[in-house]
T-cell receptor, first 117, second 111 residues
């Protein structure tokens, strides 16, 4: 089975701190994603990476950055955490068929509930 | 950018009955994929069903089926013979390259 592991299930940080959310997948997937989930808003795409060192902005990239130095790891960085970044963060990965579009399903981690105080 | 709309924040169904969850989307592309994911209280996202836009035949997975209307950009999920374990948040999603989700519908199943 594909496993997508997020380093923390719950995290509490203070305003202004630099926060790293780590995600690791074990299936050699090319694509990796970061979403945040808020009640009434569903999952919103923050960043998407289709290969190592490649990244694309999603719908809400402001206040976030990402790093993908190795294929299996995709990190989400909050440079200076703010209270409006309190949310549940979900990481996902998928394989990539040759050509587009991709119909591959996403495999999700269990999520990190981040509270910024 | 593509958008996905789920107009029903909450739905309720009696055990063993049938319920339909609605989803519409907006895109200018002709080739794409549509998904329904389920998220129980464990927070784990579980794929329920997938539909290729180039296929006219509606996808079916056991008690779950979709009504895909490409021209209307509509993709509803029908759950037959509802079970208590079906209670969850359901998310509709669109994929061409990345994947975009709707706001979700919380389904309650009454015994």
């Amino acid at each position: 089975d594909v496993k997508v592991t997020q380093s923390s299930r719950y995290l509490v940080k203070r305003t202004g701190e630099k926060v790293f959310l780590e995600c690791v997948q074990d299936m050699d997937h090319e694509n990796m994603f970061w979403y945040r989930q808020d009640p009434g808003l569903g999952l919103r795409l923050i960043y998407f990476s289709y290969d190592v060192k490649m990244k694309e902005k999603g719908d809400i990239p402001e206040g976030y950055s990402v790093s993908r130095e190795k294929k299996e790891r995709f990190s989400l960085i909050l440079e200076s955490a703010s209270t409006n970044q309190t949310s549940m963060y979900l990481c996902a990965s998928s394989s990539q068929r040759t050509g587009a579009p991709s119909g591959e399903k996403l495999f999700f981690g269990s999520g990190t509930q981040l509270s910024v105080l | 950018a593509q958008t996905v709309t789920q107009s029903q924040p909450e739905m309720s169904v009696q055990e063993a009955e049938t319920v339909t969850l609605s989803c519409t989307y907006d895109t200018s592309e002709s080739d794409y994929y549509l998904f329904w994911y389920k998220q129980p209280p464990s927070r784990q996202m579980i794929l329920v069903i997938r539909q290729e836009a180039y296929k006219q035949q509606n996808a079916t997975e056991n008690r779950f089926s979709v009504n895909f209307q490409k021209a209307a950009k509509s993709f509803s999920l029908k759950i037959s013979d509802s079970q208590l374990g079906d209670a969850a948040m359901y998310f509709c999603a669109y994929r061409s390259n990345d994947m975009r989700f709707g706001a979700g519908t919380r389904l309650t199943v009454k015994p």
